[in-house]
């Protein structure tokens, strides 16, 4: 059973930078599928961040792309997400999951606040 | 690449089905048989309902199917329960290893 856990900071402020890690167990990162990020906004839909596929190759929202940063890390089994120049509009819950042909494992979401 | 079209809510007495739709256009749900169904209960991360149009993950209820016509996909429930009060969503690929969520549909059991 495949377990997905984010971590990082709940606040940060505008045109700063999120930094948000998703920690993968159950399941080696390097042995295949995608890995992506969804955020939530409150009270709103959900939206589709990007994908790190295992061999490092990355595809990003086109409305996020000048922002987005995903990236991997085997050796600890994880892959990590950055957003740069934040405003309040990226305040919402982020959510790591595992792709393929849907997002089938999801972690438990993590709320990041974008204030000063 | 817009966010897929869904009803803001629906709404049936246990017992009956109902049926959300998903509409997007010939870049997305039209073009792949990649479209997915999310159910999301308040303050939970979205739980996997149905993928590739209409294959159910194991463990979940054969109450719950999915469809496509077009640019269009649906997904039924039948037997509504109680249990099944919810938020849903659709997702397609989009192509170049891209993905995009539908609006969102609250489920209301009367």
């Known amino acids: 059973q495949v377990q997905l856990q984010e971590s990082g900071p709940g606040l940060v402020k505008p045109s700063e930078t999120l930094s948000l890690t998703c920690a993968v167990s159950?399941?080696?990162?390097?042995?295949?599928?995608?890995w992506g990020w969804i955020r939530q906004p409150p009270g709103k839909g959900l939206e589709w961040i990007g994908s790190i596929y295992h061999s490092g190759s990355t595809y990003y929202n086109p409305s996020l792309k000048s922002r987005v940063t995903i990236s991997v890390d085997t050796s600890k089994n994880q892959f990590s997400l950055k957003l740069s120049s934040v405003t309040a509009a990226d305040t919402a819950v982020y959510y790591c999951?595992?792709?393929?042909?849907?997002?089938?494992?999801w972690g438990q979401g993590t709320l990041v606040t974008v204030s000063s | 690449q817009s966010a897929l079209t869904q009803p803001a809510s629906v709404s049936g007495s246990p017992g009956q089905s109902i049926t959300i739709s998903c509409t997007g256009t010939?870049?997305?749900?039209?073009?792949?048989?990649?479209v997915s169904w999310y159910q999301q209960h308040p303050g939970k991360a979205p739980k996997l309902m149905i993928y590739e149009v209409s294959k159910r993950p194991s463990g979940v209820s054969n109450r719950f199917s999915g469809s496509k016509s077009g640019n269009t996909a649906s997904l039924t429930i039948s037997g509504l329960q109680a249990e099944d009060e919810a938020d849903y969503y659709c997702?397609?690929?989009?192509?170049?290893?891209?993905?995009?969520f539908g609006t969102g549909t609250k489920v209301t059991v009367l």
């Open positions: 999951a595992r792709g393929g042909s849907s997002w089938a494992e």
């Open positions: 997702c397609s690929y989009a192509g170049s290893s891209t993905w995009v």
């Open positions: 159950g399941y080696s990162i390097s042995s295949g599928y995608y």
């Open positions: 010939s870049s997305d749900v039209g073009s792949y048989n990649l």
